[in-house]
């Protein structure tokens, strides 16, 4: 079976412009998951979503946002872009969430903000 | 809240030598506990997960963690370090919310293996 996928791997953006980042699940998985990864902050949990639903939310701005397609496909798009959204941005897949179901991570999009 | 506590950042063994990574977790529930490793300039990869069916996990790569309760500790081991195991190491507490999963992650252990 293959991987999560996740595109483009790297992009390097400009304050102020926005930025929308892709990602194909594990085939059959239905929860994709966002991450941020920074030095400073660590591993921070975006959003998740679940048959197109987002089901959580983590604690960043509103600029963050996200969509699932009913092919399991999920965008973030992050608006109005600052040096501090410089990060890794990782996407994890799982079958139908819940604790016991691990997620899958992908192998990210490293998002330089110039 | 839940949460997890990883001690030390930065830990260092000889090839050969015993790996222990400490991680402590606090949770009002009984919490689903993950370790993951990141190796440089890639994502996470699961290396073994306690979910309540057994106290000691066995993972992949020859690793394996203990869940204490006693000691609301779920420590990862290996036996016999190796020059491949060094990479960054994640322990990770699920929390289930809104009918979805959510992982929150210690601050992570880079380990070094030297000759």
């Known amino acids: 079976k293959a991987g999560v996928t996740q595109t483009p791997r790297y992009l390097i953006k400009t304050r102020g412009q926005q930025v929308t980042l892709s990602c194909s699940p594990i085939?059959?998985?239905?929860?994709v998951s966002w991450y941020q990864q920074t030095p400073g902050q660590g591993l921070q949990f975006l959003f998740e979503?679940?048959?197109?639903?987002?089901?959580n939310k983590g604690n960043f701005p509103g600029r963050f946002s996200g969509r699932q397609f009913s092919n399991s496909r999920s965008e973030m798009n992050v608006s109005t872009l600052e040096l501090g959204d410089s990060a890794l941005y990782l996407c994890a897949s799982s079958t139908t969430g819940g604790n016991s179901y691990e997620q899958y991570f992908g192998p990210g999009t490293r998002l330089t903000v110039t | 809240a839940q949460s997890v506590t990883q001690l030390g950042s930065h830990v260092s063994v000889s090839e050969g030598a015993l790996v222990l990574l400490r991680c402590n977790y606090s949770?009002?529930?009984?919490?689903?506990l993950f370790w993951y490793v990141q190796y440089p300039n890639q994502g996470l990869q699961l290396l073994l997960k306690y979910t309540s069916a057994a106290t000691l996990v066995k993972g992949i790569n020859g690793f394996e963690a203990e869940f204490k309760k006693s000691e609301t500790s779920f420590h990862l081991t290996k036996p016999s370090a190796h020059m491949s195991d060094a990479a960054e190491y994640f322990c990770?507490?699920?929390?289930?919310?809104?009918?979805?999963?959510?992982?929150?992650f210690g601050t992570g252990t880079q380990l070094k293996v030297e000759l």
């Open positions: 949770s009002s529930v009984p919490p689903y």
């Open positions: 085939s059959g998985h239905r929860s």
């Open positions: 990770a507490v699920s929390l289930l919310t809104g009918g979805g999963n959510k992982l929150t």
């Open positions: 979503y679940f048959s197109e639903t987002q089901r």
